[in-house]
């Protein structure tokens, strides 16, 4: 696939955002910012990368891709819209927040949209392919938005979402699960609270390191208020002394 000649620009340099930089820049010139301008200045020597100084930056822009944590979406794209002069499409990545969430408030220039990774943002950056689950108010969006997340990954088009929630939940549910499997074995063995820890720790790392840092909380919430009594187990088990 050739570069397109054509501007995407990027809010937000943290992983998710990082990564899609460099998977992008080779398709497309990519306009970066985000408010921590450490994270934009190591991306400035990328080919095709320009660091965001002024709205007159995105103005080629067709899309803006929105890698920013849930309470910060919404915000970002009232003001995004209120500098637009153009339609323009506002992407949001966060996992937390839903196209439908978006959809109440009204914009002048704005068309939001979602997008969602399944699996590890990581895998952005090996040579597995990373699968987008994309969600637009119309299907010419959502055609475009596949043609630009085709390029790097596999793209499913939908109009629901908790699709991509209910993976993440069970994945997660079932770490719970398998967490409190190991703790009631190991404490049986007899062995350390930091063996049992350790082991907990491993089991739940590579569920937990798929979720943006931002969004971890919503997931944790979730997962915790159905299974209060194993976490609080897990918790005695791993802390008590055999």
């Known amino acids: 696939m050739e570069f397109t000649d054509e501007t995407i620009a990027i809010w937000g340099a943290g992983k998710l955002g990082n990564l899609l930089v460099h998977k992008l820049s ?37 899309a803006v891709l929105i890698a920013l944590p849930k309470g910060e979406v919404l915000p970002c794209m009232k003001m995004l819209d209120g500098l637009l002069v153009k339609p323009i499409l506002l992407v949001n990545l966060s996992t937390a927040v839903m196209l439908e969430d978006l959809q109440s408030t009204h914009f002048l220039y704005a068309r939001p949209a979602s997008m969602k990774v399944i699996g590890e943002a990581d895998n952005l950056l090996k040579e597995d ?28 088009l939908t109009r629901d979402e908790s699709l991509y929630r ?75 002394t055999p």
């Open 26 to 62: 080779p398709y497309y010139r990519i306009v970066v910012h985000d408010a921590d301008r450490s994270k934009t200045a190591k991306l400035e020597q990328t080919p095709n990368v320009a660091v965001y100084s002024a709205p007159q930056d995105m103005a080629e822009a067709k």
């Open 129 to 156: 392919i990373g699968h987008f689950i994309v969600n637009a108010q119309s299907d010419a969006d959502a055609r475009y938005l596949a043609s630009i997340f085709g390029k790097i990954g596999k793209v499913t």
């Open 166 to 240: 209910n993976v993440n939940l069970v994945a997660a549910e079932e770490i719970m699960l398998a967490a409190g499997k190991i703790c009631h074995r190991l404490k049986e063995s007899g062995l350390s609270k930091e063996i049992i820890q350790s082991a907990i720790l491993s089991v739940a790392r590579g569920t937990l390191d798929q979720f943006p840092w931002s969004d971890r909380d919503y997931f944790h919430d979730l997962v915790f208020q159905k299974y209060q009594g194993l976490a609080e187990m897990i918790h005695e088990a791993s802390h008590e």
